[in-house]
């Protein structure tokens, strides 16, 4: 009977769902703002990755409210889980011969894969977000070779608090020089070249390295109280 | 190209619904990465690679650890 119902309320909600969107025409822009940054996204900003001159650029406080978001997640996790005393007589056995060499020789790649995916944020796909998603997956990495060893929890604190406020500054800065919170005020530079596009790779550095340092902490949380 | 795409969003509906059915929660989660591995190719050929390396790095890698982190610390099977 309720699986029965389950299911009706399921095909409903789709029904409605294929309905609503059946009327949207796939690929299709009819927002004014999505054009506009198309066609001055790159001028404006001077970054070549349009997606980078929206997040950072144009909606840039956005940005800092999922940072923040990110961050409250963080906190709370460490308040829900904290560094407690390790269950006595229990000693994590270590993962396989295989699982340690695999994750020492891979992990300098994995974090280099994701310091340049952030650094070139502005130029290619990626950013800060996914670029320190990456570096968090390495620590990931880490953690499943040898469980139960805490990697650095305070360097991630205190990683993670010196972007956030180096975000922030950045932003503070732009006020100082009167283009406004998070505005540029550094010059565009050469289109395509690495120190290009103003404040946005300096915004993207710190976020990239705050992202990775609060998914590598959350992770830790977790996989040391297992 | 559309070919390519209807065979990723049908393998993604199959493993959406085997996540659901399997008993074997450890069987549903690797269904699960499955389902966000999809999508991100999904993403990068309907050209979105920003969305596409978010989806790989957080709903494929991440997101299964601690999924599979929360299951050891309880039960396995579904009952």
């Not at chain 1, 309720?2 to 789709?14: C, I, N, P, S």
């Not at chain 1, 320190?132 to 070779?145: K, P, T, W």
Request: proline share 4%; glycine share 12%; aromatic share 8%.
């Amino acid at each position: 009977m309720r699986k029965a119902v389950a299911f009706m309320l399921v095909v409903v909600v789709g029904a409605g769902f294929c309905a609503v969107l059946a009327n949207i025409p796939f690929g299709e822009d009819k927002v004014n703002v999505a054009n506009r940054y198309m066609r001055n996204g790159v001028r404006e900003t001077g970054a070549a990755n349009i997606v980078t001159s929206v997040v950072v650029a144009y909606r840039g406080f956005d940005t800092l409210g999922e940072v923040t978001v990110l961050f409250i997640v963080a906190v709370a996790v460490g308040a829900v889980l904290p560094p407690g005393k390790k269950p006595a007589g229990e000693e994590k056995e270590e993962a396989s011969l295989i699982v340690r060499t695999g994750s020492k020789v891979l992990f300098p790649f994995i974090v280099l894969l994701g310091a340049y995916i952030f650094l070139h944020g502005h130029l290619t796909p990626g950013g800060g977000f996914q670029g320190g998603a990456v570096i968090a997956s390495g620590f990931l990495l880490l953690y499943l070779a040898w469980p139960g060893q805490p990697v650095g929890r305070k360097a991630f604190s205190a990683v993670e608090s010196l972007s956030g406020l180096a975000f922030v500054a950045v932003g503070i800065l732009g006020i100082v020089y009167g283009v406004g919170f998070l505005g540029n005020f550094l010059p565009l530079g050469a289109r395509n070249s690495l120190l290009s596009a103003g404040v946005i790779p300096i915004i993207y550095v710190a976020i990239g390295l705050k992202v990775g340092a609060e998914l590598a902490g959350v992770v830790g949380h977790l996989m040391e109280r297992e | 190209m559309i070919v390519i795409e209807a065979i990723l969003i049908l393998l993604m509906l199959v493993a959406a619904v085997a996540t659901s059915v399997f008993r074997d929660l450890i069987s549903a989660l690797v269904m699960c990465a499955a389902v966000s591995l999809l999508a991100s190719l999904l993403f990068y050929l309907l050209d979105a690679p920003d969305v596409a390396m978010a989806e790989a790095a957080i709903g494929a890698g991440l997101t299964t650890a601690m999924f599979v982190v929360a299951v050891r610390k309880t039960k396995r099977y579904e009952e």
